[in-house]
């Protein structure tokens, strides 16, 4: 099948966690969610569209026919962690088509049609996630087809040109320092003005369970994935490991 043909055995398994049920895709709602015939709606787990969520973005059309054109009318099967509906009531999932052990997740990564939300916990799921993505990536697939898909924390106007939606912001850490409960990468010098990255106090014993000092950032490049918000500068919040990797050093 062409949908299968784009995702290498790189990036199969890894996402089978407690089965959640089956069902067949009556239709489907938007980039990452779709309705079963028994009216279950279904929410794709560890990933986010490509702009964001935004009612007003004119890619989500294209990015909605990419999830129909995988799933529409299929048979599918559902695992996850947790099958407790989110606050809309949809069940957040990672999806199978009958008879793969590829997920409709990775498919879309592969393509380019979605980003790894840096959401998953487990290890070897996350990494499924990630070398799908790296994929389209290195194939210009997608989204990747547009040189500036990843932003370049230094460009604190194209940073904040997208406020409210996910991003990719790569650059290189220039200092770590806490103010109160939290701890800020910086990409710059202006603190109040420039990209910076910020991590609550309580999110502290997740990066301690995996090893990581804060403070080793600093002088690294990194890229970090997350919703942007605006106070003062342009800031992502990271809640979990997973928004941030390491590329290099100096």
Known sequence: MLVAAVASPAVAAGC????QGEGRVAAVIDARSFRLDDGREVRLAGIETVT?????????????AALAAIVAGRAVSLSGEDDA??????QTAFVFLDGSDISVQALLLARGDALVSG???????????????AEARQARRGTWADSAAIKNAESTGDISAGIGRFMVVEGKVLSVRQAGATTYLNFGR????????????????????????????????????GFVEARGGPR?????VGQIEVIGGN
């Open 52 to 64: 964001g969520d935004s009612t007003d973005d004119k890619t989500k059309p294209n990015r909605t």
């Open 236 to 240: 992502i919040e990271v809640l979990r």
């Open 16 to 19: 089978a966690f407690e089965p």
């Open 119 to 133: 959401s998953v916990n487990d290890k070897d799921c996350a990494a499924a996630l990630f070398a799908a993505e």
């Open 190 to 225: 202006n603190w109040t003005r420039d990209f910076a990255v910020t991590i609550s106090r309580r999110v502290l014993p997740v990066f301690g369970a995996a090893g990581i000092v804060l403070k080793s950032f600093e002088n690294q490049r990194i890229r970090v994935r």
């Open 85 to 90: 509906p989110d606050r809309y009531g949809r």
